[in-house]
């Protein structure tokens, strides 16, 4: 977003610098007779120093930083909506170039300070509890819009705070947008980028085989998190309706695989709803799927969204699926609520929004 000290702006054509930032940049810099040095500095004001636009380079002499800002867009969105629960936690509602919205958050936990990032707008795989489904998948982010999610929240922490974790479990499903994910990831990881390590980035998939062994064979330095969501073909199939052509067996060959190749503890989502798949016979077949496993099973109790049927069981129901899986000598995790105010569960907060601005037309 320009300043109004930006004595140039930049076209709005202009190249998104975030999209591909080496990329971008090297020839930039080679034009003008700066070297890899200026790059560098450049590098360290966006990830490390947290600049919140080219002005405040400091240290770029003032015609470098004029012609920075009218050769690349720094930031395509711009924030709908920035809510903050008492818990910490912060929330940003983005308006996308094309009018599309995504949700990013922060969740502070100790000295832990972690950013849920969107890949898509919309979703495609319809579980039938999520509030990003609902409407379908209207497109893939681009690598610049993934990035740009890590910065903004980035500019959100106090200058003592540092983004230690990433998680891509904001809207739309990571695996079906790879191309895009992988380089941003890459931007979180790199010592000049984010400097995030690979341990503390993951990524949450439905399942999808094609993709999970993409990404084991080709970059197996995250964990990776699988939506479960049942214990047996006949549940998935109605909570999750990809499912349907996808077996819970081909699922977990690919994390098994990932695995051996990653050496990371997996992780095994599980939303719990009421009746569906909470009942005791349901931790044990769990139990029995997952046997042998070096896996964590992140049991999430289901977080009401509007419109939806769907009920969060009680705490005696939550205890009894807990202790099951626990008898059986399985890591379990039931995830905090964290940001319910604010409607922190992915998808919710577009959602309200885009049922409100209907409401009003
Ligand atoms: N597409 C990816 C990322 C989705 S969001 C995936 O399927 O894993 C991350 C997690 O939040 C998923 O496990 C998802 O099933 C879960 N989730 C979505 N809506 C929820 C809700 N209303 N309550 C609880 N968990 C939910």
Redesign the pocket.
Known sequence: MPTRADSRVAHPAAPHLLDAVDRLLEPWCRERGQGAYRLGQIRGWLFARRAADYQAMSDLPKTVRDELAASFALWTTSVARHTQAEDGTEKLLLTLADGGQVECVLLRDRVRRTICISTQVG?G?G?V????GLDGLERNLTTGEIVEQMLRLQLLLGPDERLSHIV???M???LANLDALLPALEEAHRPDGLGISGRRITI???GLPKPMRRLADSCPRYRL?V?L?APNEQIRRQIVPVGEKISLAEILQEADHYFDVSGRQLTF?Y?LLAGLNDRPQDAEQLADLLAGRTALINV??????AGLPYRTPSSATQQSFRGILESRGLAVRFRHRKGDAIDA???QLRRRTLSHSADST
Do not use: K, L, R
């Open positions: 979703c795989m579980c509890f999520c509030a990003s891509v479990m904001g739309g499903e990571p949450s998939t439905v998190a939506s969501h989502e939303v999430i109790p289901y977080n009401p969204v569960a992915c998808g």
